[in-house]
């Protein structure tokens, strides 16, 4: 295995927020909980193909967290989409995407129709009026593995609303998640008229899940 290399260590108001280096990947750790590497990109890829893929129309995106870029670096694939609009906390993750990142997610910050909005997710999708095709949410490790207390406001009902607010007809919400949550599954579907559940396998431990959501009650959209 390749020696461990601390890259920058910084605090920020939520707490500390590391990147460190082993061998040519990077991995970052926030408050002490792996969040997420460059080695393996599958499934924050696939959280953005699965509801692209899904959508009847597809022009504008919307991604709440940047990470490494890899569900950006999706997104841009299709020809279909226009705009991208990427919601990121921290603004040191802004920063590595463009110091270290680059050769992982093909420049993805730098195409035209990337729109990087250093905001909290939870604040902003209640002050904008922007309208999505597809939303795909991957912030902290889904909602059974919160890493920020914050962000537990997103998997709840208020905030799955305001997401659906932002949504266009036949448009798809996904939702990564480190582990099944059973709970939010239940959830979804109280909201979605379709809802799909998809299982990405890893090397070790448990998989990876996709949640997708596509047409919203009509009490609710």
Same mark, same amino acid.
């Given at each position: 295995?390749?020696?461990?290399? /601390? ?17 040519? =990947?990077?991995?970052?750790?926030? !408050?002490?909980? &792996? %969040? ?19 959508? +009847? ?7 709440? $967290? ?5 569900? %950006?670096?999706? #997104? @841009? @694939? ?15 993750? /802004? *920063?590595?995407?463009?110091? =270290?990142?680059? /050769?992982?997610? #093909? #420049? ?14 939870? *604040? ?5 009026? !922007? *309208?999505? +095709?597809? /939303?795909?949410?991957?912030? +902290?490790? $889904? ?31 996904? &939702?990564?998640?480190?582990?099944? #949550?059973?709970?939010? @599954?239940? *959830?979804?579907?109280?909201? &979605? ?5 998809? %299982? ?12 997708? $959501? ?8």
């Amino acid at each position: 295995m390749s020696m461990l290399e /601390i890259v920058e260590r910084c605090s920020t108001d939520r707490g500390e927020i590391q990147l460190q280096r082993r061998g040519e =990947h990077y991995e970052i750790i926030y !408050n002490g909980t &792996f %969040l997420m590497a460059t080695y393996n990109g599958e499934s924050e890829r696939l959280l953005v193909k699965a509801a692209i893929d899904r959508c +009847d129309t597809v022009s504008s995106v919307l991604i709440g $967290g940047l990470g490494v870029g890899f569900s %950006l670096a999706e #997104s @841009l @694939l299709s020809s279909k989409v226009e705009k991208v609009d990427v919601v990121e906390i921290e603004e040191v993750i /802004i *920063k590595w995407n463009k110091e =270290h990142f680059k /050769i992982f997610s #093909s #420049s993805a910050l730098d195409d035209s129709r990337t729109n990087i909005i250093n905001a909290d997710l939870i *604040k902003w999708i209640y002050s904008t009026e !922007n *309208k999505y +095709d597809v /939303i795909c949410l991957d912030i +902290d490790n $889904g909602p059974d593995w919160i890493v920020s207390n914050s962000n537990s406001n997103l998997y709840a009902d208020n905030g799955i609303n305001e997401l659906v607010r932002l949504l266009n007809p036949g448009g798809v919400i996904s &939702f990564w998640s480190a582990n099944e #949550s059973l709970n939010f @599954l239940e *959830k979804l579907k109280e909201v &979605f008229e379709t809802v799909e559940v998809i %299982l990405i396998p890893q090397k070790l431990g448990e998989p990876d899940y996709v949640y997708l $959501g596509k047409s919203p009650m009509a009490n609710l959209a």
